[in-house]
């Protein structure tokens, strides 16, 4: 049986330095969060994308692939 599937392919590559870890968390969290915004708001596109701290610095890259296919299922039959 196969059925009409749609797939999104994610890669997330982050470096954060900052003073202290406690800010490198807070940095990487709310660009995490920022980044689920725009995934569930349909806002992504194919590609690579920068992630940007709240101020702009580039902190990592994002790569999105959104396909449709057919998902097939193997139920042991031949």
Not at 25 to 35: G, M, Q, S, T, V
């Amino acid at each position: 049986m196969s059925e009409e599937t749609n797939f999104l392919k994610c890669d997330i590559e982050m470096e954060v330095a900052a003073p202290s870890m406690k800010v490198a968390e807070n940095w990487a969290a709310k660009a995490l969060r920022k980044l689920a915004d725009q995934i569930e708001a349909g806002e992504t596109k194919d590609g690579h994308h920068d992630i940007t701290t709240s101020f702009g610095r580039k902190i990592g890259e994002v790569y999105f692939d959104f396909s449709e296919g057919f998902h097939i299922e193997d139920d042991g039959q031949y």
